[in-house]
């Protein structure tokens, strides 16, 4: 079985792609700074996931993926407060990509409360 068959990889990556494509838009200036880090958490999501995955053997080094992975997934979520306070964004997009976001979290909470339905 392939990590790319995980449901939370899947919307992870989804939501990452959604958000690439969203940033396009942000001005220039932001290219260093928020639009940066905005996709970089977002991408870090399904990279944490993947990894976390391929050693899933061992409990403890899955369970910290998956939390590393929830924390990259909580950082998405602050950056879209601020693209959101900066204009960047409707708050009907916000709400949105919050809405997916916290999907995965949900997700990705599972997982680490559940590591041995993943071995």
Not at 19 to 40: A, D, G, W, Y
Not at 47 to 70: L, T, V, W
Not at 83 to 91: G, H, K, P
Request: glycine share 2%; charged share 30%.
């Amino acid at each position: 079985m392939s990590f790319k068959t995980l449901l939370a990889y899947q919307k992870g990556f989804d939501l990452a792609m959604e958000i690439f494509h969203l940033t396009k838009s942000f001005p220039k200036s932001e290219m260093f700074s928020l639009t940066s880090q905005i996709v970089r958490s977002s991408r870090s999501v399904c990279s944490n996931i993947a990894e976390g995955y391929r050693k899933r053997q061992y409990e403890k080094h899955f369970k910290s993926k998956m939390s590393d992975a929830d924390s990259e997934n909580s950082e998405t979520q602050l950056w879209l407060d601020f693209a959101l306070a900066c204009d960047y964004i409707s708050e009907e997009k916000r709400i949105d990509l919050q809405s997916k976001s916290e999907e995965i979290g949900k997700l990705i909470n599972y997982m680490m409360n559940n590591p041995n339905k993943f071995r």
